[in-house]
T-cell receptor, first 116, second 114 residues
Framework: AQSVTQPDIHITVSEGASLELRCNYS??????LFWYVQSPGQGLQLLLKYFSGDTLVQGIKGFEAEFKRSQSSFNLRKPSVHWSDAAEYFC??????????????FGTGTRLQVTL | DTAVSQTPKYLVTQMGNDKSIKCEQNLGHDTMYWYKQDSKKFLKIMFSYNNKELIINETVPNRFSPKSPDKAHLNLHINSLELGDSAVYFC?????????????FGPGTRLTVT
């Protein structure tokens, strides 16, 4: 069974500081990994994804994530956080469930608070 | 243009009522999903449809019945609403033929059962 662990429920950083959100996954094959962001009262927006190839992936809004197979991790990073980055961040692992549908399993999320 | 839309955005109703939430996507995707997000923000898949055919049914009470009139629409009907059904329900879609597995989410429907 696939699973995702986000060990940090809540993180507070100062604007301009660097950010790293942790994500560990469990999956029986090569995982498809995603980071989504949810702003208050909004739906989920895809930040970035990893399928194969370069283990450092770039996403939108200046975010990047690094896939480390040996650590079963896919941590999200940003070198300088902006106040508008305050939101809930979800890591997800996915794979093909059948020939026509995939299944995403989400972590419990990390709430990011940005102080000015 | 909104890619994945849901109506209504808010739904307040009493226990025992029957209600429906509608979802439409204009991305041309062939697979659609319903997720439930509880008060602790935990997201769990409920159903998945591909070209109007049910693919995933994650041990959801049979009071929940998805209906897909065509591949652009996936509606969720809930009978005999209970307090525990209060949550935010998200619709999503993906194009499985591209094997990308990324899902695009709607804005959510906040259901409150009183």
């Amino acid at each position: 069974a696939q699973s995702v662990t986000q060990p940090d429920i809540h993180i507070t950083v100062s604007e301009g500081a660097s950010l790293e959100l942790r994500c560990n996954y469990s999956y029986g094959a090569t995982p498809y990994l995603f980071w989504y962001v949810q702003s208050p009262g909004q739906g989920l927006q895809l930040l970035l994804k990893y399928f194969s190839g370069d283990t450092l992936v770039q996403g939108i809004k200046g975010f990047e994530a690094e896939f480390k197979r040996s650590q079963s991790s896919f941590n999200l990073r940003k070198p300088s956080v902006h106040w508008s980055d305050a939101a809930e961040y979800f890591c997800a692992v996915g794979g093909l469930l059948s020939g026509t549908a995939s299944k995403l399993t989400f972590g419990t999320g990390t709430r990011l608070q940005v102080t000015l | 243009d909104t890619a994945v839309s849901q109506t209504p955005k808010y739904l307040v109703t009493q226990m025992g009522n029957d209600k429906s939430i509608k979802c439409e996507q204009n991305l041309g995707h062939d697979t659609m999903y319903w997720y439930k997000q509880d008060s602790k923000k935990f997201l769990k898949i409920m159903f998945s449809y591909n070209n109007k055919e049910l693919i995933i049914n994650e041990t959801v009470p049979n009071r929940f019945s998805p209906k897909s009139p065509d591949k652009a629409h996936l509606n969720l009907h809930i009978n005999s609403l209970e307090l525990g059904d209060s949550a935010v329900y998200f619709c999503a879609s993906s194009q499985e033929l591209m094997a990308s597995y990324e899902q695009y989410f709607g804005p959510g429907t906040r259901l409150t059962v009183t």
